[in-house]
């Protein structure tokens, strides 16, 4: 595939995005500016920020990759994450944006004074927010193959982590936000097209189109992407299914890089306008992930969608079975190309490639790029504020320090998470991007999400509650994923990919039976005033 | 977070009538539906992990059981959603009626 468009539209999406950073650099001077955007970002485009923060790489490339190779067990994926919104809509955001200033430490930290549980907060943030990058990183060196071919991994992980750091650098959140914004226009077009394009490829027939998929040709062998169980299966299957269904549902609401999104919103209703914007948008997207998916499947064909050589780079291939050189050689002669690695994240380049040639493979390769980007600009500016804020300034500093020392580490902070991040990725590829950000969900919805619930809504839950909930969520999910076959393979003592089955109830049971071991009457006393805030927006911060 | 009203004024609030009403308004509405919608979509891995044949069954041309339930999600997503915003204006004249008369009281002590 031909390089030069695809770079030249990179630049363009670049180009347009440092512009808004530069014009955003100019209202980042407070820490107000640079983590909340002033709070003045309206809720139709939050709404947009949200899906462009949300739909990450793991979605585009992850989940239409795992469509196009299991099909109904990939679209799983999609359904889950939007149906978790609902919880952000009906449990989280409003009381956040009520409550809260800057971070989700904020709001526990309203009616559990001290240092342990904002610490403990902002350490989950942190592991929550690192697990996601990692994911996003991963997706920089599957697509790299196609926009940069000549650059290789590396070169392209750090220009994306150079480029994220310009961005959080000078144009805090008010610059991300927009870069979030231009980003899920920019996907939601491309899915919606690609789409079109490969339903137009069955004449516009959706019975066509289905029947295609349900007959999608395997390694010689017909498998019906439409039916369960391709890639849950066995004894564990239905476990498994469920473990991730509820890591999905419930761990969205736990997400910090979601949640500070409504800190940027002037008001509740504007937050609860923004989720509603944003299930919209997001809802689209993945109903377009099945057609992508499928149609990568059909029309790409389940077997071409992998790293691909292509007659000039395959000259130095050895085999060592001259009989797989020979189907290789024919591979060749056929196709113009072999597939040495099958990788399911380029199944929605390789089918813009089939469907628009290059010019739209190379589009779809910037999107994806941009995609990274923005994903990866956010959860930098989360994790750079919950360091900031939460440990160096309310734990560290004790509430002291001006606002210039304020932003000085926060953007320090970014510089580390960055390179951290750049490092990370670098050593983890080849991983499908849906499938590591899942396990980030994982985490959030046992280390998070009980203890944001039972801080909104139960009189007696305490401080002692709110460090044993989150350090039992984090510690089993973090322990469960370090035993599980991701890790160990066969070797595995914990049977399930994802920990969430387990790990959602233990954190739960830590943040009761922590509350139950000791009385806080200091948080009792502050529940009234939390529930009259969040509910009716009394003295939220504005 | 500004201390522009005591400790007292909190509890005094929390108490109100008009408070309590808004309150149980919103759990009414919003415990059955996280509920619910808790349980459709559990619904959905429990069905095609215990009973993948039944799943597996076409039902709308060659488009199976599984990926139905899977599509009716979404519009479950969606009708909850547009009945809770519709709900959550009730919510919003309560909430800022409570909000104006703080605001009033609180300049009415400070002056």
Request: glycine content about 10%; hydrophobic content about 55%; overall charge positive.
């Amino acid at each position: 595939m031909n390089a030069q468009p695809s770079l030249v539209m990179f630049a363009v999406f670049v180009g347009i995005t440092l512009v808004v950073t530069y014009w955003a650099s100019g209202k980042s001077h407070t820490s107000l500016g640079f983590y909340a955007a002033h709070r003045r970002i309206g809720g139709l485009q939050n709404g947009w920020a949200i899906a462009g923060d949300y739909v990450s790489a793991a979605s585009f490339l992850g989940i239409t990759g795992l469509i196009a190779f299991y099909g109904f067990d990939g679209f799983m994926y999609s359904v889950g994450w939007l149906v978790a919104y609902l919880a952000v809509l009906l449990l989280v955001a409003e009381p956040l944006r009520n409550t809260g200033k800057f971070t989700v430490a904020d709001l526990m930290s309203f009616r559990l004074r001290g240092r342990g549980v904002r610490a403990i907060a902002a350490l989950s943030t942190l592991a929550i927010t690192l697990f996601y990058l990692i994911a996003q990183m991963v997706g920089v060196s599957a697509i790299v193959n196609l926009l940069l071919p000549r650059f290789g991994d590396i070169v392209a992980i750090a220009l994306v982590g150079v480029l994220m750091l310009v961005y959080v650098l000078f144009g805090g959140m008010l610059a991300t936000t927009w870069v979030q914004i231009i980003k899920a226009g920019l996907l939601l077009v491309t899915a919606i097209a690609l789409s079109l394009l490969a339903i137009g490829h069955f004449q516009f027939s959706l019975g066509h189109f289905f029947n295609a998929a349900a007959a999608v040709a395997t390694g010689g062998r017909e498998s019906n992407l439409l039916q369960p169980g391709l890639l849950f299966h066995g004894k564990l299957g239905a476990w498994n299914l469920i473990s991730l269904g509820l890591a999905l549902v419930l761990g969205t609401a736990g997400l910090p890089h979601i949640l500070m999104r409504f800190f940027t919103v002037p008001s509740a209703r504007a937050a609860r306008t923004s989720v509603a914007w944003a299930m919209v948008l997001v809802g689209i997207f993945y109903l377009t992930t099945s057609f992508m998916g499928l149609g990568a499947a059909t029309i790409v064909g389940k077997d071409h969608i992998g790293r691909r050589m292509y007659a000039g780079q395959a000259i130095g291939y050895i085999s060592h079975h001259p009989q797989q050189q020979q189907v290789l050689d024919t591979q060749l002669k056929r196709d113009g190309y072999i597939v040495p690695t099958p990788d399911s994240n380029l199944a929605a380049p390789l089918l813009a490639q089939q469907l628009g040639g290059s010019l739209l493979a190379a589009f779809v390769a910037a999107v994806a790029f941009a995609t990274i980007l923005a994903v990866v600009a956010g959860l930098t500016i989360t994790a750079s504020s919950a360091f900031a804020h939460d440990i160096w300034f309310s734990l560290v500093r004790n509430g002291y320090g001006d606002e210039t020392e304020h932003l000085f580490v926060a953007r320090a902070t970014a510089v580390v998470v960055g390179a951290l991040a750049i490092a990370l990725s670098i050593a983890l590829r080849g991983f499908n991007v849906a499938f590591l950000v899942g396990l980030a969900f994982a985490v959030a919805a046992s280390a998070n999400v009980p203890v944001i619930l039972l801080a909104l809504s139960w009189r007696r839950f305490s401080r002692t509650g709110a460090i044993a909930g989150m350090l039992a969520g984090l510690v089993s999910s973090l322990a469960l994923i370090a035993i599980s076959p991701v890790l160990m393979g066969d070797r595995a003592i914990f049977p399930l990919e994802n920990p969430g089955i387990i790990s959602i109830p233990i954190g739960l049971a830590g943040a009761i039976l922590g509350t139950l071991f000791a009385r806080d009457r200091e948080s009792e006393a502050m529940f009234d005033q939390l529930q009259v805030r969040a509910t009716t927006g009394i003295g939220a911060e504005v | 977070m500004k201390p522009h009203v005591g400790q007292a004024r909190w509890e005094a609030l929390a108490a109100e009538p008009e408070f309590r009403a808004l309150l149980r308004a919103r759990r009414r509405f919003v415990i059955p539906a996280t509920l619910f919608f808790i349980a459709y979509y559990l619904a959905l891995p429990v069905s095609v992990g215990f009973w993948p044949n039944v799943m597996s069954r076409p039902v709308l041309g060659p488009v199976t059981a599984a990926y139905c339930f899977g599509l009716s999600q979404f519009a479950m997503a969606w009708i909850l959603l547009g009945l809770y915003l519709r709900r959550a204006r009730r919510f919003d004249v309560a909430a800022a009626q409570m909000r104006r008369r703080e605001t009033h009281e609180l300049l009415d002590e400070q002056r």
